[in-house]
Each structure stands twice: as C-alpha cells, then as structure tokens.
C-alpha cells in the first residue's frame, strides 16, 4: 500500500508537468510510482461529459452542483484503478483530485456561499464516494501573469480547439480559485497541504528543482 501525493492549483501552473517528472524521478531512484490525471476525458461517462462542457458544447446550463456532481462522479467511475494503483505502487501522484472540484465549484457562486459547497463536495467525494484521502497534497502557486502564459504554450487539448477552455477563459473565476485554494490549504480540508512556489523572480524554477522540493516534503510525510 503507497502513499497518495495530489498536485494541486489553478490553470497552467504546471501540475502535469510537475506530475510528470516526479513520476520519473521517484522510478529513477527505485520507486515504483503512477500518475493519474483528472478529469479522465473520453474515458469515463461523467469526462466525455465534462470536456463538453469546458469546450462551452453543451445545450443547458450546468450549475456548480451539477458540474461538481459530474467531476466527483468521473473520479468515481475510476475509483478502482485509484484502489488498485494504490495497492501496487510506493507513490500514487494525483494530478488534480478532490481539491479541484472544491476550488473551482466554489468559486462560480457567491463568496457566502463557497465554504458550504467545498464541504458538501468534500464528504460527496470521501464519504458517499469513498474516495483515498492524500497523504499530501501540494498546492503550486505560480503568478497569475506567468500561468496565463503558460496555458497558451499548452499542447492541442483533446475536448477543446480554443486557447482558453470556459474556465480558462473566466479571468475573474480564477482569481476567486485561487483565493479557494488559499483557504483549502490554510484550514488543511482534505488532508495536509505544503504549497510550492513553482517561480522566482518572475520566471518559472527549473521543473527538477520544484520536483526536488516537493520529494523533500515527501520524505517528511510520516509512514
Ligand atoms: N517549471 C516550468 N518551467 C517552464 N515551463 C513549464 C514549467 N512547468 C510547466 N511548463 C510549461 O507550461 C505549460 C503548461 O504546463 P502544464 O500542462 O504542466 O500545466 P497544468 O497546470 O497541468 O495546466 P492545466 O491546469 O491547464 O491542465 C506547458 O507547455 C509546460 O511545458
Ligand atoms: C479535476 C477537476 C477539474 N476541474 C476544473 C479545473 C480545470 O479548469 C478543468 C480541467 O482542466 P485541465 O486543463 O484538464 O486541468 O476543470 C474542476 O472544476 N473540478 C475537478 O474535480
């Protein structure tokens, strides 16, 4: 049984990449690691769904319960490859998880109103879902200015031909994402949180030097 590692933060801040090479660094030095991604497009019911969603293809409107529903619900069309990756590797590296679908449903109704609804997502996806709780989540914060770059260097995405999907396009939602994460890691709701800054000085940190941080905090999680 490994332990679970979720990256975390708003769009194009780097968590696949991160995830990515984290994967490979943990299997260099003789762990055995996975990543899985979320939403899981064109593999499940509820990701075909959702990537029609962010492509702006869908004929009604789809509220932040319903959105939040349909992502919990991909996860949970998927929650026996999560059981079984857990059981056969050290380190089982979310990219995206839980925390997402609390950020950013929390951040498309009123700020009164947000808390309520990052905790009814919470115990929908670890209660009735039964969803693994990480061992550590890491939150990567990186400029606004710098993200925003970042996405437009993103490679072809396979539910949308735009440059900015529905939510990348909303730039006042994701300043209140951000802010969400910032009180999801503050009061340490789904597990323990570490945020990494992933630049400095205005440019991004080489990604090896943000993946050595975040196996440093790793190594300090308790067995
Ligand atoms: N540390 C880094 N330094 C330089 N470029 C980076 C770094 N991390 C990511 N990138 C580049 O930024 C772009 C977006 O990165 P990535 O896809 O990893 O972000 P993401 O957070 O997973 O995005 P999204 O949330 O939109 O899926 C990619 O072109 C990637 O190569
Ligand atoms: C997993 C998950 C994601 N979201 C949001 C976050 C992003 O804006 C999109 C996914 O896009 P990506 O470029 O593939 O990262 O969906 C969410 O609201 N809830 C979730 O659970």
Request: hydrophobic content about 45%.
């Amino acid at each position: 049984m490994g332990i679970i590692v979720a990256i975390e933060g708003a769009d194009g801040v780097g968590k696949n990449t991160t995830s990515r090479l984290l994967c490979e660094t943990l299997q260099a030095a003789g762990k055995t690691a996975t990543v899985i991604g979320f939403p899981r497009y064109g593999e499940t019911v509820a990701g075909v769904t959702i990537g029609r969603y962010l492509a702006g293809d869908m004929p009604v409107p789809v509220s932040p319960h319903a959105a939040a529903t349909l992502y919990a619900l991909d996860r949970f069309e998927w929650r026996d490859e999560i059981l079984k990756a857990v059981e056969a590797h050290d380190v089982l590296i979310f990219d995206r998880y839980v925390a997402s679908n609390m950020a950013y449903q929390g951040a498309r109704v009123p700020a009164g109103e947000s808390r309520a609804l990052m905790e009814w997502i919470l115990a929908l996806e670890t209660g009735q879902f039964a969803l693994p709780v990480p061992a550590l989540s890491i939150y990567l914060n990186t400029p606004w200015d710098l993200a925003r770059a970042l996405i437009l260097q993103k490679a072809e995405r396979s539910y949308t031909d735009k440059s900015f999907d529905a939510y990348e396009a909303d730039v006042a939602l994701q300043q209140r994402v951000r802010a969400n994460y910032a009180s999801i890691v503050e009061a340490g709701l789904l597990g323990p949180w570490r945020m990494v800054h992933a630049s400095t000085d205005g440019t991004m940190r080489p990604p090896a030097e943000i993946v050595g941080e975040i196996i440093s905090l790793l190594e300090a999680v308790p067995e």
